[in-house]
């Protein structure tokens, strides 16, 4: 069966943390190694519910911050500085860009109630026909609920579609309902693995 739509995590695919030196600076200022500092933001209990919607990313970094012990006029450079060595993926940006008017192109992402507003704001959100935000479905991957809204949204079935993320459980989860996983490893190889299964090559 031909393709018809593509998926893509973005965090860990599209923008990834090339350069870990700006979070383990911030660390280091807490007394914190680098894993505990990404655990504090992206795994604890607060990082949680805002991902699935039950509270706003506002108030996660509240809680955040309190866990730090600072002041909120600190956020920002706390913010700049844990996200300091992140990076978009140009080339992959530009292949999505490309695909655009010729396959459904869609946005799978675990992310907070302020993912959707920064797509907008970096232009991100034209690379995609649909965007499925876990904070606005309720749910997270690898829920195969949040594949099937976005299969819905799409109006294509599992095998018509493939799904690029880089954590395994979720790609297993889109296999489970039929769809085809790329584990995302690099640029390079996902592409070429996209570009075979698009039958592009």
């Known amino acids: 069966m031909s393709m018809r739509a593509v998926f893509f995590d973005f965090g860990g695919v ?26 504090l933001v992206f795994a604890s209990q607060s990082a949680r519910q805002a991902s699935v919607g039950e509270i706003t990313e ?13 002041p909120a006029s600190e956020l920002q450079m706390i913010k ?9 993926d140009r080339d992959l940006v530009n292949f999505i860009r490309s695909l655009r008017g010729k396959i459904h192109t869609g946005l799978i992402s675990n992310a907070w109630s302020g993912m959707r507003a920064f797509l907008e704001k970096e232009k991100f959100i034209e690379l995609f026909d649909t965007v499925i935000i876990s904070a606005e479905a309720g749910m997270m991957k690898p829920d195969t609920g949040i594949y099937q809204i976005a299969l819905e949204q799409a109006g294509v079935k599992a095998e018509q579609a493939v799904f ?30 996209l570009k075979q299964l698009l039958k592009m090559e």
């Open 164 to 193: 690029v993320d880089d954590i395994q459980a979720n790609i297993d989860a889109s296999e489970k309902i039929g769809m085809k996983g790329i584990l995302f490893k690099d640029s390079q190889e996902a592409l070429s693995r």
């Open 80 to 88: 700049d500085e844990f996200f300091g060595g992140d990076v978009i």
């Open 14 to 39: 599209i923008q990834r943390t090339e350069y870990q030196a700006p979070r383990q600076h911030l660390g280091d200022r807490f007394g914190m190694d680098y894993e505990e500092m990404d655990k």
């Open 58 to 70: 506002d108030a996660h970094w509240s809680d955040v911050l309190k866990r730090l012990k600072r």
